[in-house]
């Protein structure tokens, strides 16, 4: 069994588990999931844009520690790119490209949502 394995946590969700209304997540902002499934927990954060949903594994790709220090705290001032709050990596939001920091090059594991009715579902 890997350190992963054994940590409890899985890094991908089924299709069609309903998030809630996307009307929750401040526009530009981010709310932060943590879904039991089976005996393991999955985290993950979801950014808005517009009508648009955007979703991560809660993971950064520099230090494999959750991005935001503080509850929901995923985005730049300005909303405009997703910040790691440990090391300062930055990340664009429709792509999850590393554009700063000490990850250039990198990703952030896309974790895929979608907007249907006005709720956030897993895709």
Not at 15 to 24: E, H, K, N, S, Y
Not at 47 to 56: D, N
Not at 81 to 93: D, K, M, P, R, Y
Request: charged share 20%.
């Amino acid at each position: 069994m890997s350190d992963v394995e054994s940590a409890g946590r899985v890094w991908t969700t089924p299709a069609g588990v309903r998030l809630g209304p996307l009307d929750l997540i401040p526009d530009p902002g981010a709310r932060n999931y943590v879904l039991q499934i089976g005996d393991k927990r999955f985290h993950g954060f979801v950014v808005r844009r517009g009508g648009e949903a955007f979703g991560y594994v809660d993971r950064c790709p520099h230090a494999g520690l959750p991005l935001a220090q503080v509850l929901d705290r995923y985005l730049t001032d300005d909303g405009g790119l997703v910040a790691c709050s440990w090391h300062g990596a930055l990340f664009e939001i429709d792509t999850g490209a590393c554009v700063g920091g000490p990850c250039v090059g990198a990703r952030l594991s896309p974790w895929p949502v979608r907007v249907e009715g006005g709720a956030i579902v897993t895709a």
